[in-house]
């Protein structure tokens, strides 16, 4: 594994899993959201965020967490080796939220809605990729502890 995806749904701690995968594989992480701010500077080049996403799933090793951006899933997965996919019940990240706003319960449905079902769909194309996916914390913590810390 030199370049790995992961997905995850709300409620779903991508995050703690991404820096256990980047520490025990000695990858770089990178945070969709966070690490690709694009300033008025780059505006004003004409760079865009998808450029920077392009630059990074370029690069020869990486892990970049991306809990649903459905928009550049095609450019990264494109170019990753592995796909970790949390792939629980509505019901289950729902209990890992705990209580929502009305904003927050919105995104929340809407995610299992229409994001979780194009995300499927955009994944099917990818049969030349290894896929690992979690439906439990149970799997998860299984993985983390038997597979990644004996690595």
Do not use: Q
Not at 25 to 32: A, G, M, R, T, W
Not at 91 to 101: F, K, V
């Amino acid at each position: 594994m030199k370049k790995a995806i992961i997905i995850g749904e709300p409620g779903v701690d991508i995050k703690g899993f991404a820096e256990a995968i980047s520490v025990n594989f000695d990858l770089p992480l990178y945070y969709l959201h966070n690490v690709y701010k694009i300033d008025e500077k780059d505006l004003e080049k004409g760079f865009c965020f998808s450029d920077r996403v392009s630059e990074t799933a370029k690069r020869d090793e990486w892990i970049i967490c991306s809990s649903y951006d459905v928009d550049y899933l095609e450019i990264i997965c494109s170019e990753c080796d592995t796909i970790f996919l949390f792939d629980y019940p509505k019901e289950t990240c729902r209990n890992l939220i705990g209580d929502l706003d009305d904003i927050s319960w919105y995104a929340f449905v809407r995610f299992f809605r229409d994001y979780k079902p194009e995300i499927f769909k955009k994944l099917e194309k990818y049969t030349d990729k290894s896929f690992i996916t979690f439906k439990t914390e149970e799997e998860k913590n299984y993985y983390i502890d038997k597979i990644i810390r004996k690595n």
